[in-house]
């Protein structure tokens, strides 16, 4: 658990009825409802393997979240392991939370054993049949354990109505009779608002307020009312009192009624202080009288006043306070919070983790030196500011310290008229100088060409190195050492590169003009094919039986004119080279009758698909319109044991 013990998350136990029913309800609307017995056995195993499993599963998953979320009463603080011992009966409680751990265990081995036969399942009858048996074993065990929920379900609530008390933060504990004021002091110094009545055991329960003291956030519990008899006689009530004050790290206020309005003299309730003082012996005690208001600490008798002062005497402080005038109820909530501090400190100091962190301290005093006397460097402006300060609050204006006017001071003043001045504050300017206007012509010149003060120096240098780079003759021209047959290759270079430029420029605007088109795209006659051929020195041989006669005949045989032939006449007949083809949804048919058949199964498969064509997910679907599994069967009036 963690240390803010919030016992208000711990999820809800429903009873063995209704836990069977949420169940069961989830695994209906989370698992396949429809199978046939047309199905493969291995298909109809396995539907309803997933039922028994999923089933289990969600059993588990509750079961062991009831399980994790209550408290261990091993692992949290000892106050609370003590306090639900009181109010729950440890024994009770564990014995509840071991009888679910046992179910979780048997329901687990029950869809084992079930999901192991049902592999052998034969028929979907049989596997319907297993199916049954193991989610009525399940629902029988859940049933077994009605008694162990329904407690765990009290105990719950129970656990979510208990304040949430930090066992181990700054704590203020109020004990006492009853009746003596302990609720009244808690609604006075904090915004608790605790039931107050005049009589006995009004507080039944701890009760808890906060507030803050020195920047720190402090809780005080109220406990109910303690009797002065032997522990093993007292009450549950009683018992959450002496829980709180053996097991809390706080300060005890032990409240006394010395008026003696709570039907309990003054004596029998030192004896209760006396009795149960061993609880917090090394705590920090103090002793409140309420109710001066009634009665004072001065008017007591002397044997009255003898009890306190023998409380007194042992170190403890007794403060009278009053709840209703509400006189000294501050001073006591002081006493215990400063008392509960210095205790805390002295605690840590004990442990061995102060001594840790000690070891690592070292305070460094510094050595005197030498007896010169080294007064604080106080700047001048910290000393006028200090003169200036002692002069307002003695009220002698007249010697108040003129300041220094800023920029913003005349600001204020010149209110629209104020213009920032940078010039100024120039340094190396003089006074009378410093608003001089600088002109950018001055005697026909410009002057920032007069800026730099060498500039008639670089200006001679530069000039005598162009000088010198002419009389080395880098500036001539390399062409005029060339002799006349170097000059003619150069003007046929020329010459090549401003012809091959032409021709470049002139195949770019023949592409662009006209379309590009592949070779045998082109039609050429018959005599320009052989005026080629006998161009490139190739005879064409036109004797019969040669491969070109031989060509020219069987195209005339087919009345298709040549294609270099552009005068003859195109034939409208198909070529015999081009292949009657038939379209693949014929291929394989024997008639038109076999082709309509086809056609229609495929009409008749495609509907599905277009039916689909315009379907998006704004649109209902309803796939089974009566489903199965809730129009089959037979159910009776009310009846909802048919899953």
Not at 366 to 395: L, M, T
Not at 601 to 624: C, L, M, Y
Request: aromatic letters at 6%.
């Amino acid at each position: 658990m963690a240390l803010s013990y919030n016992f208000k998350k711990i999820t809800v136990v429903p009873n063995s009825k209704d836990f069977i029913d949420i169940i069961l309800s989830k695994t209906q609307r989370k698992t396949p409802t429809v199978v046939h017995k047309s199905y493969k056995i291995s298909r109809i195993r396995q539907f309803y393997i997933r039922k028994v499993k999923f089933t289990q599963q969600n059993i588990h998953d509750r079961l062991t979240m009831v399980i994790n979320e209550f408290p261990k009463l091993n692992d949290i603080h000892p106050f609370y392991s003590d306090l639900m011992n009181i109010l729950y009966d440890k024994d009770h409680y564990k014995l509840a939370l071991g009888q679910v751990n046992t179910a979780r265990a048997l329901i687990d081995n029950v869809s084992k054993d079930y999901c192991r036969l049902m592999k052998f399942g034969d028929s979907l009858y049989r596997c319907k049949m297993l199916k049954k048996a193991a989610l009525g074993r399940m629902a029988n065990i859940l049933r077994r354990q009605n008694q162990s929920l329904d407690y765990l379900e009290q105990v719950r609530q129970h656990l979510s109505r208990l304040p949430s008390i930090d066992p181990n933060t700054r704590t203020i504990l109020l004990c006492g009779f009853p009746n003596v004021g302990k609720s009244s002091f808690l609604n006075k110094i904090t915004r608790a608002d605790v039931d107050v009545q005049p009589y006995a055991f009004t507080t039944k329960s701890l009760f808890i307020g906060h507030f803050d003291y020195k920047y720190l956030r402090w809780q005080v519990v109220d406990t109910p009312g303690i009797l002065d008899h032997p522990l093993e006689e007292r009450n549950t009530i009683e018992m959450q009192a002496i829980t709180a004050l053996a097991h809390l790290r706080a300060c005890v206020l032990f409240v006394i009624d010395v008026s003696e309005h709570c039907s309990t003299s003054l004596e029998d309730q030192v004896k209760l202080l006396n009795s149960i003082k061993p609880l917090f012996s090394d705590k920090p005690l103090v002793v409140a009288a309420n109710k001066t208001d009634i009665i004072n600490m001065d008017e007591l008798p002397a044997e009255k006043r003898a009890l306190l002062d023998q409380i007194s005497a042992d170190n403890i402080p007794v403060i009278a306070m009053s709840a209703v005038t509400e006189d000294g109820v501050m001073k006591v909530r002081d006493e215990c919070c400063d008392r509960l501090l210095t205790y805390r400190v002295e605690q840590k100091l004990r442990s061995k983790r102060s001594d840790d962190i000690l070891s690592r301290l070292h305070v460094a005093q510094p050595a005197v030196r030498d007896s010169i006397s080294r007064p604080p460097c106080i700047p001048d402006a910290v000393y006028v500011k200090r003169q200036r300060e002692a002069a307002v609050k003695a009220g002698n204006l007249m010697e108040q310290v003129e300041r220094r006017r800023t920029e913003r001071d005349i600001e204020v003043e010149m209110g629209d008229e104020y213009s920032v001045d940078l010039q100024k504050h120039w340094l190396n300017v003089a006074e009378e100088e410093r608003y001089d206007i600088i002109p950018e012509i001055w005697e026909g010149r410009n002057i920032a060409d007069f800026i730099d003060p060498n500039i008639e120096e670089k200006l001679a240098k530069l000039i005598e190195e162009e000088r010198l780079r002419e009389a080395a003759g880098e500036y001539d021209d390399p062409m005029s050492s060339d002799d006349e047959e170097m000059k003619v290759i150069r003007l046929l270079a020329a010459e090549i590169r401003e012809n091959r430029a032409q021709l470049k420029m002139k195949h770019i605007l023949d592409r662009d003009s006209h379309p590009m088109m592949p070779r045998r795209a082109l039609k050429r006659r018959r005599a320009e094919f052989e005026k080629d051929m006998s161009d490139e020195g190739l005879s064409v041989d036109k004797s019969e039986g040669s491969h070109y006669r031989r060509s020219l005949s069987r195209r005339d045989r087919s009345g298709k004119s040549h294609k270099m032939d552009v005068d003859s006449v195109v034939s409208t007949r198909r070529d015999r080279s081009t292949s009657r083809t038939t379209p693949r949804s014929k291929s394989g048919l024997r008639d038109e009758k076999q082709i309509a058949s086809v056609e229609k199964v495929k009409r008749t498969q495609e509907r599905k698909f277009k039916r689909a064509v315009n379907v998006n997910e704004s649109d209902r679907k309803i796939t089974v319109k009566r489903p199965r599994h809730l129009f089959i069967g037979k159910r009776g009036l009310g009846k909802t044991n048919k899953r």
